[in-house]
């Protein structure tokens, strides 16, 4: 069957791909752009890559006609103030693109839904079910609550509070019930419903056998790092003031923060488990979700993380469009090293952010974090998915991956932290020298004050870190 995948470089889609192959799928990977998708190489040869935004009509032409399933993998929560609104665009668009091909069982992933009075998150998505609906093929919606796995956005922000915060004093939504599930168990669901007629034009709810509150899951997230934690809840806390709790502790965008704490205040229990019967499904404890979890950390083995979709931050850009950086109008901090050790070289270069830090000031790198989380920014909390690989599209610490090619020795980094400006960190092996280029195109005035302002700390680091990047005695 031809299976149409939307969202495939997301956190699902990414660990979709593979199962729906090895079924003998043959997978339309749609993305909106087709730079920052790197599937596996044993995948490339047996799927086939199609550039589409959901919102720019006259790209879903490129869907093709003769398929017959689809996955509607698409979520703008947090990307915009305005994100509803773009979210039913996007169904409307794609439902009316799919009346023009063979289509027969679409499925869509949502969340759960069965409070009367849900959050603004909550609403898009029952909103986007109800828009989907209308076409003429069978749809299935799976509504899951928390989806517990390594790189998902629920499992690392609960992970960063647990592991930072000895004592927590928190807001009255910790203890609001939910039903979370594994990510293993999602992704059956999803692959094994495709085709099954049982589910055509139904929607059921998916969870794991324990209904915890949020309180109750920190402190068995505690237990499994056999770390003691104390929390504490208070009903002081506003909505606003719970945002930028998680905010400022967490690796989540503040606009992200916002939606989650609307969202934590709804109950998320699931009605039934007729769908469980249906697929002949058994689910994960939780507490083996969180096991299963922490294995593929600790072998750095993440194949996917919300922290590599562009919800992570402000930005919402086309890598063709910031690839080749400009010179015209922009500061330029030009350095090169001799390199004696090519390979060696490129595994530092590959290696650097997250826990291995940017190889000299990091006490530096640090504050400049902290300074770009108190104005709004990313800051340095999102680190990095896995320690040693780096694709086009992934975040790294403040910074977005426009390019990453090991063979040909470049990495292209764009700044994602608030600057009055643009920003660019290039590393490039021509021959046996390491050339490292900080390029800034200011906005304004402000924008030359600023790059001025740091050129002393530039000029520290800068030398500091290539010199690191090329010292085999280091």
Not at 91 to 113: D, M, P, Q
Not at 174 to 188: A, E, F, M, R, Y
Not at 339 to 345: A, G, H
């Amino acid at each position: 069957m031809r299976v149409l995948l939307t969202g495939a470089s997301g956190y699902i889609g990414k660990r979709l791909l593979p199962i729906l192959v090895e079924a003998g799928h043959e997978v339309i990977c749609c993305v909106r752009d087709v730079k920052r998708f790197t599937p596996p190489e044993s995948l490339k040869s047996r799927i086939t890559i199609i550039q589409v935004d959901l919102l720019d009509e006259a790209s879903l032409v490129n869907i093709p006609k003769d398929i017959d399933g689809a996955y509607y993998l698409v979520h703008s929560m947090a990307t915009s103030s305005d994100y509803q609104s773009l979210e039913l665009s996007s169904a409307k668009n794609f439902r009316r693109a799919l009346s023009e091909t063979k289509v027969k069982h679409v499925i869509y992933l949502s969340g759960i839904v069965n409070e009367s009075a849900l959050s603004e998150h909550l609403t898009s998505r029952k909103n986007v079910e109800i828009e989907l609906g209308k076409g003429n093929y069978n749809l299935t919606t799976l509504r899951a609550g928390i989806i517990i796995g390594s790189g998902s956005a629920s499992f690392e922000i609960m992970r960063d509070l647990v592991e930072k915060l000895p004592v927590m004093i928190t807001p009255k939504w910790l203890n609001t019930k939910c039903q979370p599930i594994g990510i293993s168990d999602v992704l059956q669901f999803l692959s094994k419903t495709i085709f099954n007629e049982n589910t055509y034009n139904r929607d059921f709810d998916i969870g794991g056998p324990d209904v915890l509150t949020y309180k109750e899951m920190l402190l068995a997230l505690g237990r499994a790092r056999n770390l003691k934690r104390y929390i504490f809840i208070v009903p002081v806390m506003t909505p606003k003031l719970s945002s930028y709790w998680l905010y400022f502790v967490t690796s989540t965008s503040y606009k992200l923060a916002v939606a989650l704490v609307h969202s934590m205040k709804i109950e998320v229990v699931c009605r039934n488990h007729d769908i469980d019967k249906i697929l002949g499904i058994e689910t994960i404890s939780y507490q083996k979700a969180l096991e299963r979890a922490f294995v593929k950390i600790e072998k750095d083995e993440v194949v996917s993380s919300w922290k590599d979709a562009f919800i992570s931050s402000d930005f919402n850009l086309n890598i063709s469009e910031f690839i080749h950086v400009p010179t015209h109008g922009c500061f330029i901090d030009v350095r090169e090293e001799i390199i004696i050790d090519r390979n060696e070289c490129v595994e530092r270069i590959w290696s650097i952010g997250g826990e291995t830090g940017w190889y000299y000031g990091n006490w530096l790198w640090r504050i400049r974090g902290l300074m770009d989380k108190f104005v709004g920014g990313v800051g340095l909390r999102r680190g990095r998915t896995t320690e040693h690989s780096l694709n086009a599209g992934d975040a790294l610490d403040f910074w977005r991956v426009m390019y990453a090619d090991k063979n040909e020795g470049r990495l292209l980094l764009f700044a994602e932290m608030k600057l009055p400006g643009e920003a660019w960190l290039e590393f490039r092996i021509v021959d046996n020298k390491l050339i490292q280029t900080a390029t800034f195109r200011p906005l304004g005035l402000l924008g030359r004050l600023y790059w001025y302002s740091v050129l002393p700390f530039h000029g520290f680091i800068f030398k500091g870190m290539i010199r690191k990047l090329t010292d085999t005695l280091s």
